[in-house]
C-alpha cells in the first residue's frame, strides 16, 4: 500500500511539478538582490518611472548584406521595413499538457549602424521565462522567421544576448548533457550491480529517486506558487542534484543494514528483517537529513534572495527525501525481501577477511598512525586554498553562433553594445529633468576610460527620470566590466548627478558586482549559523559533547581540503583568476551537508557497538567492518555522479571539486579519520554520556566505566566456534550474529574467551 501510493502520487505530482515549476521562476538574478544595492534601486526606478523592466530576454540582433557591402540608406529601409513586418506576426507556441502557453508576437526595434556602415542593429524582446523550453521554442521560430524574412530581402542575420544566448548555449550543450546523464546512471547501475551482483538492486533506487524527485518538484513548486515566490531558475536542477544523491545514499545505507540482518538470521521473515534495519538505520537517516534540512535552510535569513529561496526549497526536498527513506524505501525491502539480491548468493555468507575488516583491524590496533597520515593529507590538500580568489569570470563556455555575433559586434562597436547599461535618474522633491541638466552626467561618463559610448538621454512623459544608455569597452560579463563599474563609472555618477536627484546605474556588470557584495556578507553569516544548528543536531542525536565536536572537525578540514584542491588546480595551476564565485557555496551544500551523511553512519554504528560488551577498540574495528562497505559505494556514487559534470566544460570545476570532496567525506574522513579518533578517546567519545554495557574506555578502563580490576567479575565462557564477539551473558539473547572470539589475540587484560561482568562486584 505504501508503494502504491507513492507511486499514485509520485506519478501525479512529475506530470505537473515542472510546468508548475516554470510558472514559479524568475531569470532575472537582479530581482533577488535586496532593495539597497545600487542596480536595484535602478530597476526599481525603470518599473516606477517608465512602466518597463530590464529584460533578460532581450535579444541584439545584427542584420548585413549578404554580400558584405557597405549598408544604405535603401538597405536601412529594408531593414526597418522587414523588422515592422516581423513585429506583426504572431508566433504561436504548441503547449504540452499543463504548461504555459508562450504564443506572442515578437517586438523588434531599430537600433544603431555599426561605424563602418557593415551592419544595423536591432533588439528583439520576448515576454516569459528564458529558462522554460516552452519560450525557447517560441525564439527558435521568431529567430528561423526572421532569418527567412531578410534573407529573402538579401541580408544576413545573427543574434546574440539574452535567451539566444541562453538557447544556443542550451543546443551546443544537448549531446553533453544527454551524455553526462547516460554516464552518471550507468555509473550508479554498474557499481550497485557490482556490489550486489543483483539487477533490482541496481535498478530500484532509480526508481525511488523518479518517484522522491517528483514529489519534491511538485511540493517546492506548490508551496512557492501558493506563497507568490519566485525561485531561481537552478532550482529544479540542484533537486535533481541533492535528491540523487541523498536517496541513493539512503537506499544504500538500508540495503547493507538489510543484507546484514538477513545473513545473520536466515530464517527471518522478510517484513521483519526489513522492519529491522528501518529501526537500526532510521534514526541515523532522519539525523543526516536534518542536518541537510538545517544547512540549507540557514540560507532562509540570507539577504540575496536566490539564496533565501534555494535554501528552503531545498530542504523541503530533503524533508520529502527523508519521509521517503523512512517509508518507501523500507517497504521496497519488505515486498522483494531476499530477491533484491538475486540472483547472487554469496551474499548469504559475510567474508571476515575482506578488506574492510582489515582496515578496521588496522585502524583500530595503530590508530595514531592513521590519524597523523590522514592530518597531513588534509592539511597538504587544504594548502592549496592560501590565496584563493573568487572568480565572477565565464569560464568554458562553448562557442556559438551567439558569441560569433557578439565578437563580430565588438569588432565595430563597443563591446557592451550586445550587453548594455542603463543609468537612471529620478527627482527627488517633484522636480523636472531636461537634456541640458544632464549634459554634465552624460559628458563625464564619456570620458571614463573604458566607456565606449554614452546615448543621449530619454525623459519619461512627466520629465521627472531619464534613463542614459552606456555601452562599455569590455564585455558585460568580465572582470574588468564589474570593476569598470563599482570603481570610476559609479563615482563619476556620485560626482555628477544633478543637485535635487538620484542616480543609479543596472546592468549585468552592475548586477553581479551587487551580487559579489551580497554573497560575501551572506556567507560569513550563513555557515557560523549552520554550523551551530548541525552541532545541535548532532548533539541531540550522540547526546554526547566530544563526539559532535569530532564530526564538525571532520567536516570543516574536508571544506577546508576540497577547497584548496579546487584552488590548486583551477586558480594555480590552470592560471585562472580565482575559483568560480559559487563554488565555496556549491562545496558547503553538498561536501559539508552532504558528506556529514557518511560521519553521522559511522558514528551512529560506533556508538552501537560500543554498546556492547567489548573492548573500545574491537567496536571500532566492527563499526568500520560492518559501514565501511556502505559509505564506501555510497560515496562512489556520488563522487562519480558530479564527476561526470567534469565532462561539459562549463561545469569542470564544480565537478571536480565536489568528486574529490565527497571522496574524501567519505574514504577518508568516515571510514579513517573518525575512526581512528574513536579509537584513541575510546568510550570517552561519548562524554558525558555513560553506559552500563561497556568494558571500559580504550585498551584499558580507567574511566568512569569502571576499571577491569576493581568493578568486574571475571567469567569464564566455553569457546565456540567461529565469528567475532565475546559470548553472552548467561540468561541473556546474544546480538545478531554475536559468537565468541576465535583464534584472535585478547585486548590487554583480557584473556581468550573471557569477558567481565559489570552486574557483580570483583571477588
Known amino acids: 500500500m505504501t508503494i502504491i501510493v507513492w507511486a499514485i502520487v509520485g506519478i ?16 532575472s538574478t537582479g530581482d533577488f538582490l535586496p532593495k539597497k544595492y545600487d542596480s536595484a534601486a535602478a530597476i526599481q526606478i525603470a518599473e516606477k518611472k517608465f512602466d518597463e523592466k530590464p529584460d533578460p530576454n532581450a535579444v541584439t540582433v545584427l542584420v548585413a548584406r549578404a554580400d558584405g557591402a557597405k549598408l ?17 506576426k504572431r508566433i504561436k507556441a504548441e503547449p504540452e499538457q499543463f504548461a504555459k502557453d508562450f504564443s506572442q508576437t515578437p517586438r523588434y526595434t531599430v537600433g544603431v549602424v555599426a561605424p563602418d556602415g557593415t551592419f544595423q542593429l536591432l533588439t528583439l524582446s520576448l515576454s516569459g521565462n528564458s529558462t522554460d523550453t516552452g519560450l525557447q521554442d517560441v525564439y527558435r521560430d521568431a529567430r528561423d522567421l526572421a532569418k527567412t524574412d531578410y534573407q529573402a530581402a538579401g541580408f544576413r542575420v545573427g543574434f546574440t544576448g539574452g535567451i539566444a544566448s541562453t538557447v ?20 550508479i547501475i554498474l557499481l550497485n550491480v557490482v556490489v550486489f551482483r543483483s539487477i533490482l538492486a541496481a535498478v530500484l533506487p532509480l526508481l525511488a529517486v523518479a518517484l522522491i524527485g517528483g514529489v519534491a518538484t511538485g511540493a517546492v ?95 523541503v526536498s530533503v524533508l ?66 592560501v590565496g584563493v580568489k573568487m572568480s ?16 563580430e559586434i565588438s569588432r565595430s562597436l563597443p563591446a557592451g553594445v550586445s550587453d548594455p547599461h542603463t543609468v537612471y535618474v529620478q527627482t527627488k522633491a517633484g522636480g523636472k529633468l531636461d537634456e541640458r541638466s544632464l549634459t554634465g552626467l552624460t559628458g563625464a561618463l564619456g570620458k571614463v576610460e573604458g566607456v565606449g559610448q554614452v546615448a543621449k538621454p530619454v525623459l519619461n512623459p512627466d520629465k521627472s527620470a531619464a534613463r542614459i544608455d552606456v555601452f562599455l569597452a569590455a564585455k558585460a560579463d568580465t572582470q574588468k566590466a564589474r570593476d569598470l563599474i563599482t570603481g570610476p563609472v559609479r563615482g563619476t555618477i556620485a560626482k555628477n548627478t544633478p543637485e535635487g536627484s538620484e542616480a543609479h546605474i543596472t546592468g549585468t556588470a552592475a548586477i553581479f558586482a551587487d551580487v559579489a557584495t551580497a554573497v560575501n556578507k551572506d556567507l560569513k553569516l550563513v555557515f557560523p549559523v549552520a554550523a551551530i544548528l548541525i552541532a545541535l543536531i548532532l548533539f541531540l542525536l550522540l547526546r554526547s559533547v566530544l563526539a559532535p565536536l569530532v564530526l564538525m572537525l571532520a567536516v570543516g578540514l574536508g571544506f577546508v581540503a576540497t577547497l584548496g584542491a579546487g584552488t590548486l588546480v583551477f586558480q594555480h595551476m590552470l592560471d585562472r583568476p580565482g575559483v ?77 571539486a565536489t568528486a574529490v570532496g565527497i571522496l574524501l567525506s567519505s574514504m577518508l574522513l568516515s571510514i579513517v579519520l573518525v575512526p581512528s579518533i574513536a579509537a584513541i578517546l575510546g568510550r570517552g567519545l561519548w562524554w558525558p554520556r555513560r553506559s552500563n554495557k561497556g568494558h571500559g574506555g580504550g585498551a584499558h578502563a580507567p574511566t568512569a566505566y569502571g576499571h577491569p580490576d576493581t568493578d568486574r567479575t571475571l567469567v569464564t565462557e566455553p569457546q565456540m566456534a567461529g565469528g567475532y564477539g565475546p559470548a553472552p551473558y548467561a540468561g541473556q539473547q546474544p546480538y545478531p550474529g554475536q559468537q565468541p572470539y576465535q583464534a584472535q589475540q585478547p585486548y590487554p587484560g583480557q584473556p581468550y574467551g573471557q569477558h567481565y561482568r559489570p552486574d557483580q562486584p570483583h571477588g
Open 320 to 385: 520529502v527525501a527523508l519521509l521517503g527513506s523512512l517509508t518507501l524505501l523500507p517497504a521496497l525491502l519488505a515486498v522483494t525481501g531476499r530477491a533484491m539480491f538475486w540472483p547472487a548468493r554469496a551474499w548469504k555468507k559475510e567474508r571476515p577477511a575482506g578488506f574492510a575488516a582489515r582496515l578496521g583491524e588496522n585502524i583500530s590496533a595503530r590508530p595514531v598512525r592513521y590519524l597523523i597520515g590522514s592530518l597531513v593529507l588534509l592539511g597538504a590538500l587544504g594548502a592549496g586554498a
Open 580 to 656: 568560480s564565485f559559487t563554488l565555496p557555496l556549491v562545496l558547503f551544500l553538498f561536501v559539508v551537508a552532504l558528506g556529514t551523511d557518511y560521519n553521522i553512519l559511522m558514528s551512529d554504528r560506533l556508538r552501537e557497538e560500543m554498546e556492547k560488551p567489548v573492548p573500545a577498540r574491537k567496536a571500532v574495528a566492527e563499526a568500520v567492518r560492518h559501514t565501511a562497505p556502505a559509505i564506501a559505494t555510497a560515496g562512489l556514487v556520488l563522487a562519480g555522479s558530479f564527476a561526470s559534470l567534469a565532462a561539459s566544460p562549463a561545469t569542470a570545476e564544480i565537478g571536480f
Open 72 to 88: 544604405g540608406p535603401q538597405d536601412q529601409k529594408k531593414i526597418a521595413d522587414t523588422a515592422a513586418g516581423l513585429s506583426a
Open 12 to 27: 501525479a505530482l512529475t506530470a505537473v511539478g515542472q510546468p508548475l515549476m516554470n510558472s514559479v521562476t524568475d531569470s
Open 221 to 315: 513548486a506548490g508551496s512557492a506558487k501558493l506563497l507568490d515566490i519566485k525561485v531561481d531558475p537552478s532550482v529544479p536542477s540542484l533537486i535533481t542534484v541533492v535528491l540523487l544523491g541523498i536517496v541513493v545514499d539512503y537506499f544504500l545505507f538500508l540495503m547493507f543494514r538489510f543484507r546484514e540482518e538477513l545473513r545473520a538470521n536466515p530464517d527471518m521473515d522478510k517484513r521483519e528483517a526489513a522492519a529491522n534495519t528501518a529501526g537500526r538505520v532510521g534514526n541515523a537517516i532522519t539525523c543526516a537529513a536534518l542536518t541537510i534540512v538545517a544547512a540549507f535552510a540557514t540560507l532562509g535569513i540570507a539577504s540575496f534572495g536566490q539564496f533565501k529561496v534555494l535554501g528552503p526549497a531545498i530542504a
Open 392 to 407: 565572477y569570470d565565464q569560464h568554458g563556455q562553448p562557442t556559438t553562433n551567439a558569441t560569433r555575433t557578439a565578437d
Open 168 to 187: 544556443d548555449s542550451t543546443d551546443e550543450e544537448k549531446d553533453t548533457e544527454a551524455l553526462v546523464g547516460a554516464l552518471t546512471m550507468g555509473l
